[in-house]
């Protein structure tokens, strides 16, 4: 009986640290993947061809190669400027209606042009815009 407890508990702790590395390989659930986000940029509401206000939008950059987020990383300010050129884009193309992004899959379909033609295909998964709040008018 004396060496049972012992032996239980190598065969335990044998059993849980097999399975470590297997769990490992598979990703923990529910895990997020990198992302980087790109401060809230403003987007203009026009009405009658006249800026009455601004609305800001967020967006993240899910990435999809973890070992290219470094990168990514490094060219935020090269990202909110080719993702600003896009909103902008996307007002004068009536995508972006009043402040409502109207044609989201237009909008995001731009930005991923953009992300391809500064990283590559396959570096950033999934592109998400969340529409953050509305400023006060200009006048």
């Not at 009986?1 to 335990?12: E, K, S, T, V, Y």
């Not at 940029?41 to 973890?66: C, F, H, S, W």
């Not at 899959?105 to 815009?129: H, T, Y």
């Amino acid at each position: 009986m004396r060496g049972f407890l012992p032996a239980l508990c190598l065969a335990l702790v044998l059993t849980l640290t097999s399975a470590l590395p297997a769990a490992a390989n598979e990703g923990a659930p529910g895990a997020l993947p990198p992302s980087v986000r790109i401060k809230p940029l403003m987007v203009p509401v026009v009405n009658a061809g006249r800026i009455e206000k601004y609305t800001q939008v967020e967006v993240n950059l899910e990435i999809g190669d973890a070992l290219r987020l470094g990168e990514v990383q490094l060219s935020i300010p090269r990202l909110h400027d080719a993702i600003l050129t896009a909103i902008y884009k996307g007002v004068d193309e009536g995508w972006i209606v009043r402040g409502n992004i109207a044609n989201v899959p237009a909008l995001r379909r731009r930005i991923d042009e953009s992300v391809i033609a500064m990283f590559g295909k396959d570096v950033v998964s999934r592109i998400l815009i969340t529409p953050i709040a509305r400023q006060s008018s200009l006048q």
